[in-house]
């Protein structure tokens, strides 16, 4: 009998892990292209590929990391990186939080802080899609294999890119700068469909960096853009839950 349980119980996690691969490869297939373009940037903003794979082995944060790569590029403080990084990210704490409350019944609170670091906006959306696992046996394999396809295919595509940005033509690595901008777009629209105050929020961000830079320097000036175009939603999309 306890042979039959020890087995149940190994086919039921090499069952979970699987379901959670399965789900997770598409973030996969996304996350390598954008990886390696984060890789080339970050290689020719000046960062060496040691540096690059590190930043997103222990930080893990798409979006961030491209600005961070650019605000070194035009030679930003470690201070103005990391208050302008933490702003953008802030929203992670909502994530884990709702990640947490989820599956608190669950899941003991060692595997809820776990999975609650290696949540993104895609294994946040995906795991929520999927709230049913966590009430099934070795649930918490499921959404492991999630965060842990997603977390290496991004480690690995940007190491890619680093060794990449090394023997590309310096033009056409310049060239994916563009990626940056395309990556913020495609964050800014489904919201600016859903709600053009959005839209006025991220000119109104725009505008108080342009104006901003003039005065200070690039770094800081992205840093007051984002603090202050953020802080002008809460009057913008005030009583947007009512």
Known sequence: MALTNETQTKSASVMMLRKGFAVGFPIMLGYLPIAITYGVLAKQAGLTILELTLMSVLVFAGASQFMGANMIAVGAG????????????????????????????HFSLKWRFALSLGLTDETFAVSSLH??????????????????????????????????????????SQSMGVALYAMFIGLL????????????????????????????????????????????????LKGESD
């Open 189 to 236: 629209i489904p919201s600016v469909k859903k709600n053009a105050r959005v839209g006025l929020i991220a000119l109104l961000a725009m505008m108080i960096n342009a104006l901003a830079s003039q005065f200070m320097s690039d770094g800081w000036a992205i840093v007051f853009g984002t603090v202050l175009g953020g802080l002008s939603g809460v009057f913008l």
């Open 78 to 105: 470690a201070v103005e990186i990391v208050v302008a990084t933490f702003v953008l990210n802030f929203r992670h704490f909502v994530m884990s939080l709702s990640f947490m409350n989820r599956v608190r019944d």
């Open 131 to 172: 709230s049913d696992e966590t009430k099934r046996e070795k649930g918490v394999l499921f959404y492991l294999a999630i965060i842990l396809t997603a977390y290496f295919s991004w480690v690995v595509g940007s190491f890619l890119g680093g060794i990449l940005g090394e023997v590309i033509p310096e033009k056409l």
